[in-house]
């Protein structure tokens, strides 16, 4: 399983890629806002710092709009993965850019219907929204189990990234379905890899081993 960070923060992209744990970045005009900075310069820093994809989405939402907004991004660096959204207009432009070689992550998933049209269309990647659907109330762990089924079924090479990921739960769980990918937060990063048992343990050992170095005294 890969993991993708959904992030724009380039301090917290260091830190996780420094372990070996980073196998590519999403973004979003929401993220990229938070950084302060031109859209451009931070792409391009992204890029430089990871090797994998870097999803960069299009703000357009017509056809012609979002291929000329996927051919700039493209063109920014050989990992630039464009971000379309799922609308008839970005199935289009999935289509064209397919034919074109430019790789894509078709964004806000909510039904097997979108994954399975996303995925014909050309798509390299499909982005179901877990958490968002657990927030209406539904089970949006079922969505990457039932993707997981049809892609399969019908031999389709888009790959699943989980995203909306909001919990440990919601990670594992990921995995356990099959996503290819599970695209996770910065801020939940960090509690991937704490447990208090493990605090506990650590804790533990340093008491005995202070008492190991003490014994002759």
Request: proline letters at 3%.
């Amino acid at each position: 399983m890969k993991f993708f960070l959904d992030t724009a923060n380039i301090e917290e992209i260091k830190r996780i890629n420094n372990l070996g744990l980073v196998d590519g970045i999403t973004t979003n005009p929401t993220l990229i806002a938070k950084e302060g900075k031109d859209f451009e310069t931070v792409i391009k820093e992204i890029t430089s710092v990871v090797d994998g994809p870097v999803s960069a989405e299009v703000v357009a939402l017509d056809y012609e709009g979002m291929i000329e907004e996927a051919r700039e991004l493209a063109a920014w660096a050989d990992n630039v993965v464009v971000k379309i959204p799922m609308t008839e207009d970005g199935l289009k432009a999935v289509n064209t850019l397919s034919q074109e070689g430019i790789k894509t992550n078709v964004t806000l998933i909510f039904s097997v219907a979108q994954g399975l049209l996303a995925a014909k269309a050309g798509a390299t990647y499909i982005s179901p929204f877990i958490g968002r659907i657990d927030d209406m109330g539904d089970d949006g762990m079922s969505l990457i189990y039932n993707l997981r089924l049809v892609l399969d079924n019908f031999d389709l090479d888009a790959e699943i990234i989980a995203a909306s990921i909001r919990h440990i739960g919601h990670f594992e769980e990921t995995a356990e379905a099959g996503a290819d990918i599970a695209t996770v937060p910065g801020s939940l990063f960090p509690k991937l890899w704490s447990h208090p048992l493990t605090d506990k343990g650590i804790e533990g050992f340093m008491a005995d081993w202070k008492v190991y170095q003490n014994r002759d005294e």
